[in-house]
């Protein structure tokens, strides 16, 4: 069974910077791709980053050029480097893995989420 820990949210000014990380308890050839996604109060989870098996990543518009999604070395871990943060990022970030059902077969998929952790940027 797949199970994400996240681990490094917290409160930082503007214009701070925060990494937060996310390790996956089975990191098998079987995972499509894992990466981050938030939820602000009173608005729906969006995508912030994720990164494919095969090293792709892909980015929400807001955050380009100030976030980074990065694999550890054994691609069990995932860490999302949030730089120049802004008060709209404020949120509980969840950590997302897309795991595929079969090995030669990209879907169907399972996905498993972690517990969330918050991150708040504030004056």
């Known amino acids: 069974q797949v199970q994400l820990v996240e681990s490094g949210g917290g409160s930082v000014q503007p214009g701070g910077s925060l990494r937060l990380s996310c390790v996956d308890s089975?990191?098998?050839?079987?995972?499509?791709?894992i990466g981050w996604y938030r939820q602000a109060p009173g608005k729906q989870r969006e995508l912030v980053a994720m990164i494919t098996r095969t090293g792709n990543t892909n980015y929400t518009n807001s955050v380009k050029g100030r976030f980074n999604i990065v694999l550890g070395s054994g691609k069990k871990e995932v860490f999302l480097e949030m730089n120049s943060l802004r008060p709209e990022d404020t949120a509980v970030y969840y950590c997302?893995?897309?795991?595929?059902?079969?090995?030669?077969?990209?879907?169907?998929?399972?996905?498993?989420w972690g517990q969330g952790t918050q991150v708040t940027v504030s004056s």
């Open positions: 089975v990191s098998s050839l079987l995972r499509n791709a």
């Open positions: 997302k893995a897309e795991y595929r059902q079969q090995l030669f077969h990209p879907t169907p998929t399972t996905d498993y």
